[in-house]
T-cell receptor
């Protein structure tokens, strides 16, 4: 089976740094994706990891440890517009559809 | 502009009716997907298609049907057999390579009258 776990909710202060964790147990592994989704809108792609290590893209970074089945998304210099749900998704093999976690709802407060 | 178009944005269905949700993409993507999103449930896969005239069931296919007669189009029919159809439905497409992300449409919110 496939299981992807994320915290349900997090709150952080504007200007701060927040780390959103994701752990996965899947039948295989062929990449991990992070998406951002504002309420009532489409998820938008943020980052992709397939090898261990850190991928940096502006204020957003994503880390992967395949041996631990673990990833995190790091958001720096938080802005109010970063208030959204963040979805962790795994591609188990080949080009199979992404399997999503339940998402983490992040609230950024002043 | 290239993208994925879902219509309508809001849809209402009476009990016992079938309803079809439209999804069109002009990204020349081979693969297309339908997900359902409920509060606290995340995205769950209904059906997907990796090539024209072929599609596979996802985790929650019961009460739904699809067709893929054209590369650009992947309509989803919610049948009367789907007992709890009220949800946010998201269509996605992808280029068919493992490292490529799925891109999503803006979604259709279906409600039962």
């Amino acid at each position: 089976g496939q299981n992807i776990d994320q915290p349900t909710e997090m709150t952080a202060t504007e200007g701060a740094i927040v780390q959103i964790n994701c752990t996965y147990q899947t039948s295989g592994f062929n990449g991990l994706f992070w998406y951002q989704q504002h309420a009532g809108e489409a998820p938008t792609f943020l980052s992709y990891n397939v090898l261990d290590g850190l991928e940096e893209k502006g204020r957003f970074s994503s880390f992967l440890s395949r041996s631990k089945g673990y990833s995190y998304l790091l958001l720096k210099e938080l802005q109010m517009k970063d208030s959204a749900s963040y979805l962790c998704a795994v591609r188990a093999s080949g080009n199979t559809p992404l399997v999503f976690g339940k998402g983490t709802r992040l609230s950024v407060i002043a | 502009d290239g993208g994925i178009t879902q219509s309508p944005k809001y849809l209402f269905r009476k009990e016992g009716q079938n309803v079809t949700l439209s999804c069109e993409q002009n990204l020349n993507h081979d693969a297309m997907y339908w997900y359902r999103q409920d509060p606290g449930q995340g995205l769950r896969l209904i059906y997907y298609s990796q090539i024209v005239n072929d599609f596979q069931k996802g985790d929650i296919a019961e009460g739904y049907s699809v067709s893929r007669e054209k590369k650009e189009s992947f309509p989803l029919t919610v049948t009367s057999a789907q007992k709890n159809p009220t949800a946010f439905y998201l269509c996605a497409s992808g280029q068919g390579a493992p490292h490529q992300p799925q891109h999503f449409g803006d979604g259709t919110r279906l409600s039962i009258l």
